[in-house]
């Protein structure tokens, strides 16, 4: 699948796809020799997570030290890399997750936030950030 898009980045000139790619690529190279055997689908999400989570921090420093180029290319960057990602959930639809395992785990407080991000990240499977899931998780705690 990257090769492929790789191939038809290059033949269309689009140097942004092809830089992220190739970087996309390396790291899933890395995670497959670190772990001696292919990705799973779940570990490719997670790998593709942790590069737009590098994004985002590149982005925030970028905003910071107000550097117009380098914000454009981070967020270009990341669009490349939502690509590689299922159709994200909505804020209701993460909610009702949320709130279905909270119920599912039996949590009445926020030192229960632990067991239910533990069953709740299996579920979102790269659908959402592990940042949006603990937010709306301490959100729902607070709550009860």
Same mark, same amino acid.
């Given at each position: 699948m990257l090769q492929d898009d790789l191939a038809s980045a290059m033949k269309a000139g689009n140097d942004t796809k092809k830089w992220v790619i190739r970087m996309l690529k390396s790291a899933v190279q890395l995670a497959e020799v670190s772990k001696m055997q292919p990705l799973t689908e779940d570990e490719f999400l997670s790998t593709v997570q942790k590069e737009i989570k590098t994004r985002n921090e590149a982005l925030a420093d970028a905003q910071k030290a107000n550097r117009q180029d380098l914000i454009d290319a981070a967020l270009a960057e990341i669009e490349v890399l939502k690509t590689y990602l299922p159709a994200q959930l909505g804020e209701e639809e993460l909610t009702e997750i949320?709130?279905?395992?909270?119920?599912?785990?039996? &949590?009445? #407080?926020? =030192? !229960?936030? $632990? +067991?239910?991000? =533990? &069953?709740?990240?299996? =579920?979102?499977? $790269?659908? &959402?950030? +592990? #940042? !949006? &899931? #603990?937010?709306?998780? =301490?959100?729902?705690? +607070?709550?009860a």
């Open positions: 949320v709130r279905q395992t909270i119920t599912e785990v039996s &949590a009445n #407080s926020l =030192k !229960d936030m $632990g +067991n239910v991000m =533990k &069953a709740l990240l299996p =579920k979102l499977q $790269g659908r &959402a950030t +592990n #940042s !949006d &899931a #603990s937010r709306i998780v =301490k959100e729902e705690l +607070n709550k």
